[in-house]
Nanobody
């Protein structure tokens, strides 16, 4: 049984920081990623990490502010210099292959965690 369990969301003021965690169980993955979805908007990629070598990719909207890392079976998303437009439900996702920016290349999803950034 594959499970992705997220934690770490919450309310923070603009300019603040949060760290999200995603603990994976049930199998190993080649790629894990973070996506987010704001109300009324489509789910978008935040970034992903290749488990074997730690390669990371970030969307332009978060590059330089967010950092994805991994440790054992847990993926992290360190979010700094948060902006109100970062407000969304954040999801972690996993794929057994070298996945891409597209959500439909990921097979497993967490339940989501709310991040709210106040102005």
């Amino acid at each position: 049984q594959v499970q992705l369990v997220e934690s770490g969301g919450g309310l923070v003021e603009a300019g603040g920081s949060l760290r999200l965690s995603c603990a994976a169980s049930g199998r190993t993955f080649n790629t894990m990623g973070w996506f987010r979805q704001a109300p009324g908007k489509e789910r978008e990629l935040v970034g992903y990490i290749w488990w074997s070598n730690g390669f990371t990719y970030y969307s332009d909207s978060v590059k330089g502010r967010f950092t994805i890392s991994r440790d054992k079976n847990t993926m992290y998303l360190q979010m700094n210099s948060l902006k109100p437009e970062d407000t969304a439900v954040y999801y972690c996702a996993a794929a057994p292959r070298l996945a891409s920016k597209l959500a439909n290349t990921y097979d497993y999803w967490g339940q989501g965690t709310q991040v709210t950034v106040s102005s």
